[in-house]
């Protein structure tokens, strides 16, 4: 019993648990060397990353065109809140944007946009692992080094994503790095002004009844959005909302490259029902219906499961930590629509702040190392294809395929919040048999 206390009071991590994180972070570090080399030799960063090796950044210059044009929400239907538009108009140098179309030159001009990109990624690393060892300094190394080495984090950087200030307000939303309430909910409320379904994280403080959390935080994000509309000058929650609609009616898949890095099987669903690719003539009609039916399973188990442990969490609130709550908020939004492979780092940050201990902990943190490791098993390639590389300046000869990722990395994004919404079904219903009060309350629900 004396051991067992001193590795808990040494971090939570047994010997054992400590030496296959820093295995599990040396695997992510291999990846991600052998794809510098890669990209070094070939001109082109491998699978997963984006297919379209000129595409680099695209994400971050084809949205600030659109930030200096009066069409954002008619012409280009977007999404995105104005406040996305106002950080990109500000972060970026207004000359190199008066061209008729967005196109890749706007990354050869719009120098400070590049460094915009480069720093919001700096601050991710800083954030994560000061949030890390002020929750276990043992295990802040590996984890840190892997969530920012890690595949999603990378993802966002190479398409210039604004998931990655987005995830910055995250961790200092609900990291241990900030004291003060009123900057957490500052940061939750940028945060959901960029990317709108993150609006769950705050939705999820509900389950631990923390009643002025959520008050506050949803009067800053209000607060945050009318400032930036004032700015703007466009965008009403009515051309959003109904943008947002458009777009989820639109479908998920219109073909194989839409499956390449997901986070959720909402495009591989939508490709196994056939309306918009023939993929029944291409692997057989038994094969689609299979796959479709094992595809809603995981799914709707999956949801099934995280709604569990967020009605265990209602009901013993004091017997979660706060972190995991959101967890169950964050998870279940990105495993039922998909909005971009880079999203998964909104979760791994979630699971890596988890103890090891028991099973299903420790199994959770093994998955959201997995899903850092930078890289993919190919089962069939296809034919090579000519690409003009940005990254090399020149055009190169593209090699790709079919990915074990592509099948396999959305049930591991299910799995490990599954697995910690079992753990707390566990913890609550043993509290529940033994008679246990506890954790029914949370200081009266008044938490900040």
Not at 36 to 56: C, I, K, M, N, V
Not at 194 to 207: E, G, H, R
Not at 317 to 338: C, D, H
Not at 416 to 435: E, F, Q, S
């Amino acid at each position: 019993m004396a051991a067992d206390e001193t590795w808990r009071a040494a971090g939570g991590v047994r010997p054992r648990g400590l030496l296959g994180e820093w295995l599990l972070a040396a695997c992510v570090a291999l990846a991600g060397l052998s794809d510098l080399w890669r990209a070094w030799h070939l001109g082109y960063l491998p699978q997963p990353f984006f297919y379209e090796s000129s595409d680099t950044w695209m994400d971050w210059f084809n949205t600030a065109w659109w930030a200096h044009d009066r069409g954002i929400y008619d012409s280009w239907a977007s999404i995105y809140p104005p406040l996305s538009f106002v950080i990109l108009k500000v972060l970026g140098l207004p000359q190199c944007y008066r061209g008729p179309l967005p196109g890749p030159e706007l990354r050869l001009c719009d120098w400070v946009g590049v460094g915009a990109i480069h720093a919001l990624y700096l601050l991710d690393a800083v954030l994560v692992a000061w949030a890390f060892v002020r929750m276990d300094r043992r295990t802040a190394l590996p984890r840190a080094f892997a969530l920012v080495a890690g595949m999603p984090l990378l993802y966002g950087l190479e398409r210039g994503n604004l998931v990655l200030l987005a995830f910055a307000c995250m961790v200092l939303a609900f990291g241990r790095v900030l004291r003060s309430a009123r900057l957490r909910w500052l940061a939750l409320a940028v945060m959901i002004n960029l990317k709108v379904y993150l609006i769950s994280a705050l939705a999820a403080q509900l389950l631990r009844r923390r009643w002025r959390w959520f008050e506050g935080g949803l009067l800053v994000t209000v607060l945050v959005y009318l400032a930036s509309y004032l700015l703007l000058g466009i965008g009403t929650p009515g051309e959003v909302v109904a943008n947002v609609l458009a777009f989820a009616r639109g479908g998920n898949a219109a073909g194989v490259l839409d499956v390449w890095y997901a986070a959720s099987y909402a495009p591989l669903a939508t490709l196994l029902d056939g309306k918009d690719f023939p993929i029944s003539t291409l692997i057989g009609s038994q094969i689609v219906e299979t796959g479709g039916r094992i595809v809603a399973v995981a799914v709707h188990g999956g949801q099934a499961i995280i709604l569990a442990g967020a009605a265990a969490t209602w009901l013993r609130p004091g017997l979660v930590p706060p972190f995991r709550a959101t967890l169950f908020g964050v998870a279940l939004a990105l495993i039922t629509s998909e909005a971009g492979g880079y999203t998964i780092c909104l979760i791994l940050f979630f699971v890596m702040m988890e103890r090891w201990e028991g099973l299903l902990r420790p199994a959770a943190i093994i998955i959201a190392y997995l899903l850092c490791i930078p890289g993919d098993i190919v089962l069939s390639t296809i034919a090579p294809m000519v690409q003009d590389s940005f990254l090399a300046g020149h055009t190169v000869s593209v090699q790709h395929g079919i990915g074990l990722g592509m099948f396999l990395r959305p049930l591991l994004v299910i799995l490990a919040p599954a697995l910690l919404a079992l753990h707390t079904v566990a913890v609550v219903w043993r509290d529940l048999r033994c008679g246990g009060g506890v954790g029914a309350s949370t200081n009266g629900g008044r938490r900040r």
